[in-house]
C-alpha cells in the first residue's frame, strides 16, 4: 500500500528573526526527524575579527545584531579586558550594567508585544492586534521607547551604541543629566507592572520539559553582564571553562552550529536564569511573579513570556537603583594595553548566554576569535520540543500542528539573523 504522505508548507513565518526551515517526520505517529533548518549563509565574524586591533571587536561584534548589540560589546570587552589583565573600576561596571538594562527594556518589550503576545491573543501580528489592544499594545511601545531612551543616554545611539569602548566608556554623564532617565524609567516601571499582569492571563499549553539550565549567577545580583557559569546539575565554572563544557558540532541540516552541555541537551535564556537565579531577582519583580503563578521554578517554555516581563521589571528597577547611587567616574575609561594572551568573556544578552573568547598575538592584533550565541546553544532543544509537542498529539490537523509549531518557536524569540524572513515547516506523515 502506498503510504500517506502529508506535506505542511509554512511559506512566512513571521515574528522571528532570520531565515530557517522546520521539517517533521512522522512514522505511525511517532517522530522520527524534527530539524531546525538554518540556512543563511554564514556571516564569518569570528574570520574577518582575526588581524584587527584588540580594541576593534566590541564596535565589529556589536554588527551581529541590532536587537542585541551591546550583549556583543560587553561580552567582547569582558574578554579582551580578561586577555589584557585589567579590571575596571566599580563606577564603570555599574555604568555598563545600566547601559545593559536598557537592552534588555527595549528587546523584551519588542518580543513580548509585538512578537509574542499575537499569538495568545488570536492575532497575526501586532498591527491587527493593536485595534482591539491599543492599551496594551501602547504601554508596550512605551515600554520599548524607555529602553531605548536609556540606550541612547549612555550608548549615544538606541541601535549598535557608540559610546562604549575597551576598558569602558568615550563618555560618562554626570549625575544631573540621569535625572530625566529615572523620571521616564520610573514612568516605564507602571508600565512594566502592567504588561506583566497583562500577559500572566494568557491561556498557556500545559506542557514542561526537562532541558538541562544554563546561565550566569552571582551571590549578590540577577545576571546581567558578567558572573560565574551555573548549571541545573554539576558544579558553576568559569568562563576560561566553557569549551570545556560547551561542544559546538556542525549538522547537515544547518549553517548554525549545534551545542551539548557535556554531551547533553541544554537551555540558556530567560527560563534558564529565571529558574537559577530566582532568589535574586528584586522584589516587585519576585511578587508579580508569585501573582503570574510562576513560583521559583518554571518550566514551561509557552510561559516564558511571563518570565521576560518579570525580567523586564527586574532591568527597571536594577537600572533606577544604579542611577539612585550613581557616582561620576574619575575617568571615563581605563586603558587597556594589548600583550600576548586569551581572554574569556560572558554576559546575559535577552535570549541567553553569550560567549566570547579572543587570542591576542604578539604584534596586539587579535590572532583567533570564538562567539557562541545563545540561539545556536537552543537549536538541539527546539528540535526536541518540536518532536514532543507533534508526538503528543499526531492527530492533529495541518492548521492546528501548524499554529503549534509556530508558537513553540516564537517562544524562544530566536535570533536566526538581524532581521525578519522566514521559516519553511514541511511535515512528512508517510513511510519511507
Not at 498591527?127 to 499594545?137: K, L, S, T
Not at 541601535?159 to 532617565?181: D, W
Not at 500577559?199 to 540577577?222: I, K, N, S, W
Not at 540558556?268 to 503570574?292: C, D, I, K, M, V
Amino acid at each position: 500500500m502506498t503510504p500517506e504522505i502529508r506535506t505542511l508548507t509554512v511559506g512566512a513565518l513571521t515574528r522571528v528573526e532570520g531565515e530557517g526551515a522546520l521539517r517533521i517526520t512522522l512514522r505511525d505517529g511517532q517522530v522520527h526527524r524534527a530539524e531546525l533548518n538554518i540556512y543563511e549563509p554564514p556571516r564569518f565574524f569570528e574570520a574577518f575579527l582575526r588581524g584587527r586591533a584588540h580594541t576593534e571587536p566590541p564596535d565589529l561584534t556589536a554588527r551581529v545584531c541590532g536587537i542585541c548589540p551591546v550583549a556583543y560589546q560587553v561580552s567582547a570587552c569582558n574578554a579582551l579586558e580578561d586577555a589584557c589583565g585589567v579590571r575596571l573600576e566599580p563606577d564603570l561596571l555599574a555604568l555598563r550594567r545600566l547601559l545593559y538594562c536598557g537592552e534588555w527594556i527595549s528587546s523584551h518589550a519588542l518580543h513580548i508585544v509585538m512578537l509574542h503576545a499575537p499569538d495568545f491573543l488570536g492575532y497575526p501580528d501586532a498591527i491587527v492586534m493593536a485595534g482591539d489592544h491599543p492599551r496594551f499594545v501602547g504601554r508596550g511601545m512605551a515600554l520599548k521607547k524607555a529602553g531605548n531612551r536609556l540606550l541612547e543616554q549612555i550608548g549615544g545611539r538606541a541601535v549598535h551604541p557608540i559610546n562604549m569602548r575597551l576598558g569602558g566608556f568615550y563618555s560618562v554623564p554626570t549625575r544631573a543629566e540621569l535625572g530625566p532617565l529615572a523620571e521616564t524609567l520610573r514612568r516605564a516601571l507602571d508600565d512594566a507592572s502592567y504588561i506583566a499582569r497583562a500577559v500572566a492571563g494568557f491561556d498557556f499549553p500545559d506542557v514542561e520539559f526537562d532541558h538541562e539550565l544554563l546561565a550566569l549567577g552571582a551571590p549578590d545580583r540577577y545576571p546581567i553582564e558578567d558572573g560565574v557559569i551555573r548549571r541545573t546539575t554539576g558544579e558553576p565554572f568559569g568562563p576560561s571553562e566553557f569549551a570545556d563544557h560547551v561542544v559546538e558540532a556542525q549538522v547537515p541540516h544547518s549553517t548554525a552550529l549545534h551545542a551539548t552541555l557535556d554531551g547533553r541537551r541544554y537551555i540558556t535564556g530567560p527560563l534558564a536564569r529565571y529558574n537559577l537565579n530566582y532568589a535574586q531577582l528584586s522584589p516587585l519583580a519576585r511578587q508579580l511573579a508569585a501573582e503570574a503563578g510562576l513560583g521559583a521554578r518554571c518550566w514551561n517554555p509557552f510561559r516564558s513570556i511571563v518570565v521576560r516581563a518579570v525580567e523586564v521589571v527586574y532591568a527597571i528597577e536594577e537600572a533606577l537603583r544604579i542611577i539612585d547611587g550613581y557616582r561620576r567616574p574619575d575617568r571615563p575609561y581605563v586603558e587597556v594595553p594589548a600583550r600576548p594572551g586569551v581572554g574569556f568573556g560572558v554576559s546575559e544578552a535577552p535570549r541567553g548566554l553569550l560567549y566570547h573568547r579572543y587570542e591576542i598575538g604578539a604584534d596586539g592584533l587579535i590572532a583567533a576569535a570564538d562567539i557562541v550565541p545563545p540561539t545556536s546553544q537552543n537549536q538541539a532543544a527546539i528540535e526536541h520540543e518540536m518532536k514532543r509537542l507533534v508526538e503528543s498529539d499526531p492527530t492533529l490537523g495541518d492548521a492546528e500542528l501548524t499554529a503549534l509549531c509556530e508558537r513553540s518557536i516564537r517562544n524562544w524569540d530566536p535570533c536566526i539573523s538581524c532581521s525578519t524572513h522566514f521559516l519553511t515547516l514541511e511535515v512528512d506523515r508517510g513511510d519511507r
